[in-house]
């Protein structure tokens, strides 16, 4: 078995602090869309955690101190977006497909199609 020549994940990506929020799936999909999203546009991401988490909370099945389903978070930011920066300080929402892999499990893919540009 080798390694691959090039790691696919960023340097410095962002550390976020989940607190007592219960929020752990936002966080997870959040790092997963930071780490697809710095690779398409060549520079480090931040997703806005807390938007997500937000609209997982309105529109799908979060609760504060339940926290959320594994494939919940992918699901809310195909439909509603996830906010993001990058380090250049351009502004931005994405929506991910979600993708299903077996009884609530997802994961998302990402194209610079389903980017929409708020401020560049």
């Not at 078995?1 to 602090?17: E, Q, Y």
Request: charged residues 30%.
């Amino acid at each position: 078995m080798s390694l691959p020549k090039k790691s696919m994940i960023p340097d410095n990506l962002p550390v976020h602090d989940q607190g007592c929020k219960n929020n752990c799936t936002a966080h997870a999909t959040a790092a997963g869309i930071e780490i697809t999203l710095s690779r398409i546009l060549e520079e480090r991401v931040t997703v806005d955690v807390d938007d997500l988490w937000e609209k997982q909370k309105k529109f799908g099945t979060a609760t504060e101190p339940e926290g959320d389903t594994a494939g919940d978070p992918e699901i809310i930011a195909e439909r509603y977006g996830v906010k993001f920066e990058t380090e250049t300080e351009k502004k931005g929402i994405v929506y991910p497909t979600a993708v299903k892999l077996g009884k609530d499990v997802f994961t998302s893919t990402i194209s610079k199609s389903q980017i929409e540009w708020i401020s560049q």
